[in-house]
């Protein structure tokens, strides 16, 4: 569930970032779509602003942005509630796990060692592998939303992507100690 809801968070981060060009053209004041050349979906976007009332048409492009961000963050935090579950879940399981397994130890076993660092160090495992999922579906979630945002670039212009990613690595390279 999580997946599925950082998947549909990541599109419609791809579509709010994508309603900034009828806002950049209503208030450049160009009432065409003829000029630009992009995927189909982003001119058929620009060309539904364009066919309302021009008073209109900046009020609609705002909501439009405005309702989509509120959809969005809605969904992350739906996500995030899923993802907190899951990493409760897997410390649970794995602490359920650890208790199966010290009931089978022989009685030798605990007369050995210290139970106390034994506890604790495996609950300090139990915790580490938590974050580790929850970081996991994070970094998952991340990768979904530069995707989406990559794509939408690609689309509008795959030379300008190209320069920008380009350029991006080249700084990355020379920040890297």
């Given at each position: 569930?999580?997946?599925?809801?950082?998947?549909?968070?990541?599109?419609?981060?791809?579509?709010?970032?994508?309603?900034?060009?009828?806002?950049?053209?209503?208030?450049?004041?160009?009432?065409?779509?003829?000029?630009?050349?992009?995927?189909?979906?982003?001119?058929?976007?620009?060309?539904?602003?364009?066919?309302?009332?021009?008073?209109?048409?900046?009020?609609?492009?705002?909501?439009?942005?405005?309702?989509?961000?509120?959809?969005?963050?809605?969904?992350?935090?739906?996500?995030?509630?899923?993802?907190?579950?899951?990493?409760?879940?897997?410390?649970?399981?794995?602490?359920?796990?650890?208790?199966?397994?010290?009931?089978k130890l022989d009685l030798l076993f605990y007369n050995q060692s210290k139970l106390g660092e034994?506890?604790?160090?495996?609950?300090?495992?139990?915790?580490?592998?938590?974050?580790?999922?929850?970081?996991?579906?994070?970094?998952?979630?991340?990768?979904?939303?530069?995707?989406?945002?990559?794509?939408?670039?690609?689309?509008?212009?795959?030379?300008?992507?190209?320069?920008?990613?380009?350029?991006?690595?080249?700084?990355?390279?020379?920040?890297?100690?």
């Amino acid at each position: 569930m999580a997946l599925s809801l950082a998947f549909t968070a990541s599109l419609l981060e791809g579509i709010s970032a994508a309603l900034v060009m009828p806002i950049l053209q209503i208030l450049g004041k160009n009432t065409t779509t003829s000029f630009f050349q992009g995927p189909h979906f982003l001119q058929s976007l620009t060309h539904y602003y364009t066919q309302l009332p021009e008073n209109r048409q900046l009020i609609a492009a705002i909501f439009s942005f405005f309702a989509i961000t509120v959809i969005k963050n809605i969904n992350r935090y739906f996500s995030n509630i899923s993802v907190n579950q899951l990493q409760l879940k897997t410390g649970e399981n794995l602490r359920k796990q650890c208790v199966e397994r010290f009931l089978k130890l022989d009685l030798l076993f605990y007369n050995q060692s210290k139970l106390g660092e034994l506890l604790s160090y495996i609950n300090e495992h139990i915790q580490r592998s938590e974050v580790l999922a929850s970081h996991l579906l994070e970094i998952i979630s991340d990768s979904l939303t530069i995707f989406v945002l990559l794509a939408l670039s690609i689309g509008i212009s795959p030379q300008l992507t190209g320069v920008a990613i380009f350029s991006l690595l080249i700084i990355t390279t020379l920040l890297r100690p």
